[in-house]
């Protein structure tokens, strides 16, 4: 099984370089084209480095306190795994591998998106066809190395910790360390390229669209760069990290449960086929032919002129899916068939298909609430004609809205697979069967994180062809994709939400599970212990105060943005009339340093939170692991909640100016468009930075309370 993990993922890296060659061979277009494309490239790599580098210092301090905190802290325990410095020397390198793999996943793929967007922007004025599969192409070598890397990390540090002879079901106990690197990396780089996004978008549009009235990524604009630059940084190194370290947390907290659902089922003298190894394994073979069906669904990718390019990508996230159905099948048949309950692996197939159903519902769900072909957004855009005020409480109200269905689903999910587990009559298979649910889900990650690239390299491609003076029928191929790209990564961000709920659900149980398995009877969080309660709360709180921070970066960072492009605009009046060149270095620097001092407090926060909880209340009232059980299990409950309605809410404020801008209400330069462009504004901070920073809060509790149960007991 592992060595079959390896050869797929090994080949998954293998194509991923083959698309990266094929993309970098595509023509460059004209000098022009090549000069701003350089300019992002530069701002993009320059802001990566630096980032980097703060993260670097962080999870150094990060690594030093799980070493003392393991090795000369904590008691030792009968149960653990091997002695307390071989623990901490190993969930030390886990957690500093885990931070490596998840900042070269997020690198990578900006690398290959900051050169397709050049490349999509040349070959779209010959062939839209070409640009789209260019742009798709171009994500999916981001797509496939996160997923493949994940999966050559969590079955390399299995391979090796049973070379030194650690027992195959205490394993997933010493590799938690890697999901918390994950963790860590993906939140900062999800927090800062956020905050830098949305700064440089934010000081962009009030100043070059609502004050100075000139469009969007006009060259005039002295943000334009540092704008194009951040589509780059957060939906593309952010996001992939944040993939990255969704697809580690699972894959070891399905592991955790693995091993004690074979345990449980050997006590009762049911035998799995495949034996204990096989249904811990499981969810790596089941990504990894989830791999193969990404890279099939991503080549099936064509198109004509005259065709919506959404279509064409839905078709291969179709034949993706469908063949991920059939990797699916096998690996259930294969690893999790049992001697003395031969139809249970059709449960687990059945648990499945409902994380399939729930990744297709909210995509559905997420359109409705975002395009402007159905009801929320067009109440947006109509709120718009009596201004700012209107369009903000009507987004509001929409965003408050769209929690409801999102929720229902998620319920349904968690007990449809609850259910179809405990059916099988295997001990401990109700909540395995919760998480197949998430593998299920996440079967087709690798297409899901194409898709979002393609959205930041089809922006910047119509960026580019904007700012070098293409002609009108050209811009309007780039607007048809970049249309289409603003609609995959709200897709890619309402998938994200689903899988973070589920997977919160099977890393809370997982919790439970290592905390048992330290010989803590824990069972159930009874809240009306008033420690316990508190412990809920300070959760919940964890996950306003942890968005507040984030939405106040973005407007701080926004604010020194605006100050200068002003500047600009003042000493320099001959950059509006188009005869002196804007200064863009200035301001994708100023962004940089911004978005850099912004994130570290959040950061820190989100990291601090569950450990001193932990610590306290262990100290205080003996009731360590359940009061942290309390704080994970409301505090995820909150954050679903609170990033479904940031998510949804911004998306709906974005496309409801985009529906002005069709001619809608006046059209653009109108009141109407001038209030739609102030909500989307206010929605900019909510669905790009605080929103998708708490999909990562929501795992990064999970994978820090999995690294630290020990502690609290």
Same mark, same amino acid.
């Given at each position: 099984?592992?060595?079959?993990?390896?050869?797929?993922?090994?080949?998954?890296?293998?194509?991923?370089?083959?698309?990266?060659?094929?993309?970098?061979?595509?023509?460059?277009?004209?000098?022009?084209?090549?000069?701003?494309?350089?300019?992002?490239?530069?701002?993009?790599?320059?802001?990566?480095?630096?980032?980097?580098?703060?993260?670097?210092?962080?999870?150094?301090?990060?690594?030093?306190?799980?070493?003392?905190?393991?090795?000369?802290?904590?008691?030792?325990?009968?149960?653990?795994?091997?002695?307390?410095?071989?623990?901490?020397?190993?969930?030390?390198?886990?957690?500093?591998?885990?931070?490596?793999?998840?900042?070269?996943?997020?690198?990578?793929?900006?690398?290959?998106?900051?050169?397709?967007?050049?490349?999509?922007?040349?070959?779209?004025?010959?062939?839209?066809?070409?640009?789209?599969?260019?742009?798709?192409?171009?994500?999916?070598?981001?797509?496939?190395?996160?997923?493949?890397?994940?999966?050559?990390?969590?079955?390399?540090?299995?391979?090796?910790?049973?070379?030194?002879?650690?027992?195959?079901?205490?394993?997933?106990?010493?590799?938690?360390?890697?999901?918390?690197?994950?963790?860590?990396?993906?939140?900062?780089?999800?927090?800062?390229?956020?905050?830098?996004?949305?700064?440089?978008?934010?000081?962009?549009?009030?100043?070059?669209?609502?004050?100075?009235?000139?469009?969007?990524?006009?060259?005039?604009?002295?943000?334009?760069?540092?704008?194009?630059?951040?589509?780059?940084?957060?939906?593309?190194?952010?996001?992939?990290?944040?993939?990255?370290?969704?697809?580690?947390?699972?894959?070891?907290?399905?592991?955790?449960?693995?091993?004690?659902?074979?345990?449980?089922?050997?006590?009762?003298?049911?035998?799995?086929?495949?034996?204990?190894?096989?249904?811990?394994?499981?969810?790596?073979?089941?990504?990894?032919?989830?791999?193969?069906?990404?890279?099939?669904?991503?080549?099936?990718?064509?198109?004509?002129?005259?065709?919506?390019?959404?279509?064409?990508?839905?078709?291969?996230?179709?034949?993706?899916? +469908?063949? *991920? /159905?059939? %990797?699916?099948? !096998? #690996? =259930?048949?294969?690893? $999790?068939?049992?001697?003395?309950?031969? &139809? @249970?692996?059709?449960?687990?197939?059945?648990?499945?298909?409902?994380?399939?159903?729930?990744?297709?519902?909210?995509?559905?769900?997420?359109?409705?609430?975002?395009?402007?072909?159905?009801?929320?957004?067009?109440?947006?855009?109509?709120?718009?004609?009596?201004?700012?005020?209107?369009?903000?409480?009507?987004?509001?109200?929409?965003a408050l809205e769209c929690t409801a269905i999102p929720?229902?689903?998620?319920?349904?999910?968690?007990?449809?697979?609850?259910?179809?587990?405990?059916?099988?009559?295997?001990? +401990?298979? *109700? /909540?395995? %069967?919760?998480? !197949? #649910? =998430?593998?299920?889900? $996440?079967?087709?990650?690798?297409?899901? &994180? @194409?898709?979002?690239?393609?959205?930041?390299?089809?922006?910047?491609?119509?960026?580019?062809?904007?700012m070098s003076h293409q002609p009108e029928d050209i811009?309007?191929?780039?607007?048809?994709?970049?249309?289409?790209?603003?609609?995959?990564?709200?897709?890619?961000?309402?998938?994200?939400?689903?899988?973070?709920?589920?997977?919160?659900?099977?890393?809370?149980?997982?919790?439970?599970?290592?905390?048992?398995?330290?010989?803590?009877?824990?069972?159930?969080?009874?809240?009306?212990?008033?420690?316990?309660?508190?412990?809920? /709360?300070? %959760?919940?709180?964890?996950?306003?105060?942890?968005?507040?921070?984030?939405?106040?970066?973005?407007?701080?960072?926004?604010?020194?943005?605006?100050?200068?492009?002003?500047?600009?605009?003042?000493?320099?009046?001959?950059?509006?009339?188009?005869?002196?060149?804007?200064?863009?270095?200035?301001?994708?620097?100023?962004?940089?340093?911004?978005?850099?001092?912004?994130?570290?407090?959040?950061?820190?926060?989100?990291?601090?939170?569950?450990?001193?909880?932990?610590?306290?209340?262990?100290?205080?009232?003996?009731?360590?692991?359940?009061?942290?059980?309390?704080?994970?299990?409301?505090?995820?409950?909150?954050?679903?909640?609170?990033?479904?309605?940031?998510?949804?809410?911004?998306?709906?404020?974005?496309?409801?100016?985009?529906?002005?801008?069709?001619?809608?209400?006046?059209?653009?330069?109108?009141?109407?468009?001038?209030?739609?462009?102030?909500?989307?504004?206010?929605?900019?901070?909510?669905?790009?930075?605080?929103?998708?920073?708490?999909?990562?809060?929501?795992?990064?509790?999970?994978?820090?309370?999995?690294?630290?149960?020990?502690?609290?007991?």
């Open positions: 099984m592992i060595p079959l993990v390896m050869l797929i993922s090994v080949l998954s890296l293998a194509f991923a370089v083959y698309l990266a060659r094929e993309v970098l061979a595509a023509d460059e277009g004209t000098p022009q084209m090549q000069e701003i494309a350089g300019a992002i490239k530069e701002g993009a790599e320059a802001f990566l480095r630096r980032q980097n580098a703060t993260i670097f210092v962080i999870g150094l301090g990060v690594a030093a306190v799980i070493f003392v905190l393991y090795a000369f802290v904590r008691p030792h325990n009968p149960n653990d795994p091997t002695t307390p410095f071989n623990m901490a020397v190993a969930t030390t390198l886990a957690f500093c591998f885990g931070a490596l793999c998840s900042g070269v996943s997020g690198y990578i793929g900006m690398f290959v998106s900051i050169r397709a967007n050049l490349r999509t922007a040349s070959a779209v004025r010959s062939s839209l066809n070409r640009a789209l599969q260019i742009a798709i192409r171009g994500g999916a070598v981001s797509g496939l190395f996160v997923v493949a890397m994940s999966l050559l990390g969590v079955g390399g540090l299995f391979v090796l910790l049973s070379a030194f002879g650690v027992a195959e079901e205490k394993i997933p106990l010493l590799i938690v360390g890697y999901g918390f690197g994950a963790s860590l990396v993906a939140l900062f780089a999800q927090l800062g390229g956020g905050i830098y996004t949305k700064a440089a978008d934010v000081g962009a549009d009030l100043v070059g669209k609502v004050e100075a009235g000139i469009p969007e990524d006009d060259p005039r604009n002295p943000a334009v760069i540092a704008d194009l630059v951040g589509d780059n940084v957060g939906d593309c190194a952010g996001r992939g990290a944040d993939l990255f370290e969704s697809t580690a947390a699972e894959n070891i907290g399905a592991m955790i449960l693995g091993a004690g659902l074979a345990t449980a089922a050997r006590a009762t003298n049911i035998h799995f086929a495949a034996d204990m190894l096989g249904v811990m394994l499981f969810p790596l073979v089941a990504r990894a032919f989830g791999l193969i069906a990404s890279i099939v669904g991503v080549m099936a990718v064509r198109t004509d002129e005259n065709e919506d390019p959404m279509s064409a990508l839905n078709r291969g996230y179709y034949v993706a899916a +469908g063949l *991920a /159905l059939i %990797g699916f099948g !096998v #690996a =259930t048949r294969w690893l $999790l068939y049992v001697h003395e309950r031969p &139809l @249970a692996w059709l449960h687990f197939f059945a648990c499945g298909l409902i994380g399939i159903a729930t990744s297709q519902a909210f995509v559905y769900i997420t359109q409705y609430y975002t395009e402007y072909r159905y009801r929320p957004v067009r109440e947006i855009a109509a709120a718009a004609q009596t201004g700012p005020a209107t369009t903000i409480i009507t987004g509001m109200s929409v929720t229902i689903v998620i319920s349904l999910a968690i007990l449809g697979s609850y259910v179809l587990g405990r059916a099988t009559g295997i001990p +401990g298979a *109700a /909540l395995f %069967g919760t998480a !197949v #649910a =998430t593998m299920g889900m $996440l079967a087709t990650a690798a297409y899901i &994180l @194409a898709m979002d690239t393609f959205g930041p390299i089809t922006d910047n491609a119509g960026g580019i062809v904007e811009r309007k191929k780039t607007d048809r994709l970049d249309a289409v790209g603003n609609t995959t990564k709200a897709l890619t961000k309402g998938y994200a939400i689903g899988s973070a709920a589920l997977a919160a659900f099977l890393l809370f149980s997982a919790y439970l599970d290592e905390v048992r398995n330290y010989g803590f009877k824990i069972e159930t969080v009874d809240i009306a212990k008033p420690e316990i309660f508190v412990g809920g /709360l300070l %959760g919940a709180m964890l996950v306003f105060l942890f968005s507040a921070l984030a939405i106040r970066a973005v407007s701080q960072a926004a604010q020194y943005v605006i100050m200068e492009v002003r500047r600009q605009f003042k000493e320099k009046p001959g950059i509006l009339a188009g005869t002196e060149r804007p200064d863009y270095g200035r301001c994708v620097d100023i962004v940089t340093r911004g978005a850099l001092r912004q994130m570290v407090l959040p950061g820190i926060l989100a990291v601090a939170m569950p450990i001193v909880t932990g610590v306290v209340f262990k100290a205080a009232f003996h009731a360590g692991a359940e009061a942290v059980a309390a704080l994970l299990m409301v505090g995820t409950m909150a954050g679903i909640l609170m990033a479904t309605m940031l998510n949804n809410g911004g998306g709906a404020w974005d496309n409801a100016k985009k529906y002005i801008e069709t001619g809608q209400y006046g059209g653009k330069g109108s009141d109407a468009h001038k209030a739609a462009v102030v909500g989307d504004t206010v929605g900019d901070p909510f669905k790009d930075t605080a929103g998708p920073s708490l999909h990562v809060l929501i795992k990064l509790l999970s994978t820090i309370t999995l690294v630290m149960a020990p502690l609290f007991i």
